[in-house]
């Protein structure tokens, strides 16, 4: 890993995020205080992992819930697992895989 934590392979490519990054903090700042219902589609977990890192820097109570094959009912996993939580966002990821 170097200074910033990135992995010589991985550098390059997520560098070039900052558009996508800024997207989503718009979303989260339009959003917040309300709810609203957003997607985003990512074509890499890396990617994807890495942008939600560098959100949670900025807010901390982001919450990210995974989703598995085994989960029937995402919408109830996700809710059941947000319980007593005060999140400014909710990142829900692998349910491509479910």
């Known amino acids: 890993m170097d200074a910033h934590g990135d992995t010589p392979t991985t550098r ?5 995020q900052s558009a996508e990054l800024a ?3 718009r979303m989260l700042a339009a959003s917040e205080g309300t709810f609203s219902f957003s997607v985003a589609i990512c074509n890499s ?4 992992d890495y942008l939600i890192s ?8 982001i919450a ?3 989703v598995n094959k085994e989960v029937a009912d995402i919408l109830d996993f996700v809710r059941t697992s947000i319980v007593g939580t005060n999140s400014a966002g909710i990142f ?5 895989g479910a």
Do not use: H, N, T, Y
Not at 45 to 48: E, G, T
Not at 92 to 96: I, S
């Open 54 to 61: 560098k959100l949670r820097e900025e807010s901390p109570s």
């Open 12 to 16: 390059e490519p997520l560098a070039q």
């Open 64 to 66: 990210i819930v995974e």
């Open 92 to 96: 829900v990821v692998g349910p491509e």
């Open 23 to 25: 997207a989503l903090r």
């Open 45 to 48: 977990s890396a990617v994807r």
